[in-house]
């Protein structure tokens, strides 16, 4: 098995291209549910031959070593090739002739495993780090024959594969909200289309609830009837909550906060000790450098009905008051306005600067009537509740995959039985 750590361009991040014909991968794009690409660098071809000894191949096991993401791990997304890698991930590229390497990408991510490297990762100097002596000390259990780890790679990834549809179908749901808030309440589509005597689109009873023409107010043109707001005239923010102290209740920890989608993939029970406090409905936005530059927000709709959750001291808790649907404070968390306005905000010495909840009495939107406010929530609603049944479904399906691993290596499970098995989950 070959092991190695990549490295910086020299220059750093000054000699990134836009786009290049080599990817850098870096942490950010190294996750336990596979490659994301966002973030991605790029380098030219000069400094890609500085780094040759950190080529990625086809195939390979990729391993984030360093920081709050060490231990994830996920295999190289083929479309990205050529690629190098920066210092903070390490290339696993087992012998094929004795390990497959996708097969080693479904250990590696097995409950089991994950605490094992996020255990000796924090057993050295204050910042977490996996060395290449710890990569290879690793013991894994495995079948001796490759074709039958393939065999058990091919059906955890029909799971994966299932898993992944639900994810990109989320997606698409989340960006139908997101577009639909900003069409309505930044750009004011309706208003101005029924100014124009244009078709809006809408069907005849929602273009009857916006006015026909914009007025002057001090954030430009708004529509007529609509007045301008700061958002705590329309959100409480860190609204009280009750839990006792040593009280188990589901918590959410900042590592587990969704920088894309607006649901956790990871909330355990803890007793209360201190942090914000929230229930279903509200929205959590991260206020410290770099969760909220990295988007980390939700939506909660996790919690069992009177449960209240809780977290760390740096979220930011959004809850609309009574004009406003619940929808409306994560449409608006995640919204390019406003996370601009909360990330100039930032105050604190660097590497600490976090939004000061005062702060956010200066940012203004325009308010709509209860109407319209009322017709976004019907409108939206039905893209939340569909993402929470596919969230569901991801959930028992990784549970699936997680448990049928151990008993297919051991021969507890036959490789027939698993497949008829996962056959009934995903068609």
Known sequence: MKIGSGATPRGGSGVYVEKGRYALIRSQNVYNDGFHHDGLAYIDEQHASQLTNVEVCLGDVLLNITGDSVARVCQVDPKVLPARVNQHVAIVRPDPKKLDSRFLRYLLVTPEMQSKLLSWAGSGGTRNALTKGMIESLEVLA????????????????????????????????????????????????????????????????????????????????????????????????????????????????????????????????????????????????????????????YVDFLEAGQ????????????????????????????????????????????RQRVAVESLSHYLLAAPSKEVAAAFGTAVRPFFSKARVAIQQNRVLTLLRDTLLPRLISGELRINDAERMVTDYVV
């Open 143 to 298: 079948p001796e024959n490759p074709t039958e780890q393939r065999a058990i790679a091919h059906i955890l990834g029909t799971l994966d594969d299932k898993i992944e549809l639900n994810r990109r179908m989320n997606q698409t749901l989340e960006a139908m909200a997101r577009a639909l808030f900003k069409s309505w309440f930044v750009d004011f589509d309706p208003v101005r289309a029924k100014a124009e005597g244009r078709d809006s689109g809408l069907p005849k009873p929602l273009v009857d609830l916006f006015p026909d023409r914009l007025e002057e107010s001090e954030l430009g043109e708004i529509p007529a009837g609509w007045w301008v707001a700061s958002l705590p005239d329309l959100i409480d923010v860190n609204p009280r909550r009750s839990l006792r102290k040593g009280q188990v209740s589901p918590y959410l920890d900042m590592s587990n906060m969704p920088t894309r989608g607006h649901s956790p993939d990871v909330v355990v029970g803890r007793p209360f000790g201190s942090g914000m406090r929230f229930i279903n409905g509200d929205t959590l936005v991260a206020r410290i450098t770099p969760c909220l530059e990295n988007g980390k927000t939700a």
């Open 308 to 351: 209240v959750g809780w977290g760390s001291t740096e979220f930011i808790v959004f809850r609309p008051k009574g004009r406003l649907p619940e929808e409306f404070a994560y449409c608006l968390a995640r919204s390019d306005e406003f996370r601009e306005f909360a990330i100039q905000s930032m105050t604190g010495s660097s590497g």
